[in-house]
């Protein structure tokens, strides 16, 4: 099955500093790649995705780009702000349809990102 | 935008007890819920998918005789954990999609956190 990989688990930045988040994925059949904020007892949310026929995807400050031929993909959050201040999850479609015709997502394991003022 | 509703949002019980938590897609019709479990400062690991009107699918791992899921309707879906201990305690939280498109996102309930005494 699909496998994701997720780095640093812990990134500390000052505010207006901008902030990267790795993450690699297995599975060359994935092709929706989602990032989700979550913050401290929280609902997980989603805050960009992006998917494998486009290789960037901006959004305000949230960036995200995706590189298919070495399975790897990053967020990028630039002028971080203390409200930034969250886990962040990647994720990628495991390539593969259920029987009702969805497929399901891998989570990374997160990166706890801390914005100080 | 989607709505997904999961309640209740905390409870507390005693070791052997059966707990019900439920999941309801409030906008939306979700043929397919999917049960995360989260334990604390770890990612969301998928244990079953629910599809309305068949049996669940389960992950490797996750006993089926212990967390019961029924999805009886187009927008409810139910996990029971059955026999509860110590070690079930954890964040659970479910999850659907808006379309059964293959890269749609996932719209996350606000989660039930279990504690088992």
């Known amino acids: 099955g699909e496998n994701v990989e997720q780095h640093p688990s812990t990134l500390s930045v000052q505010e207006g500093d901008s902030a990267v988040i790795k993450c690699t994925y297995s599975?060359?059949?994935?092709?929706?790649f989602p990032w989700y904020k979550q913050e401290l007892g929280k609902r997980p949310q989603l805050i960009i995705d992006?998917?494998?026929?486009?290789g960037e995807k901006k959004d305000q400050r949230i960036a995200v780009t995706l590189n298919k031929t070495a399975k790897h993909f990053s967020l990028h959050i630039t002028e971080t702000q203390p409200e930034d201040s969250a886990v962040y999850f990647c994720a990628a479609s495991m390539g593969y349809e259920s029987h009702s015709g969805y497929s399901t997502l891998t989570f990374g394991k997160g990166t706890m990102l801390l914005v100080s003022p | 935008g989607a709505v997904v509703s999961q309640h209740p949002s905390w409870v507390i019980c005693k070791s052997g007890t059966s707990v019900k938590i439920e999941c309801r897609s409030l906008?939306?019709?979700?043929?397919?819920m999917f049960w995360y479990r989260q334990f604390p400062k770890q990612s969301l690991m998928l244990m079953a998918t629910?599809?309305?009107?068949?049996?669940?699918?389960?992950e490797q791992g996750v006993e089926k005789d212990k967390f019961l899921i029924n999805h009886a309707s187009l927008t409810l879906s139910t996990l029971t954990v059955t026999s509860a201990h110590p070690e079930d305690s954890s964040f659970y939280i479910c999850?659907?999609?808006?379309?059964?498109?293959?890269?749609?996102?996932?719209?996350f309930g606000n989660g039930t956190r279990l504690t088992v005494t």
């Open positions: 906008d939306f019709q979700a043929t397919t």
């Open positions: 992006i998917r494998s026929n486009v």
């Open positions: 999850s659907a999609k808006v379309d059964r498109s293959r890269n749609s996102p996932l719209h």
């Open positions: 599975d060359s059949a994935s092709n929706y």
């Open positions: 629910s599809n309305e009107g068949s049996k669940a699918t389960y």
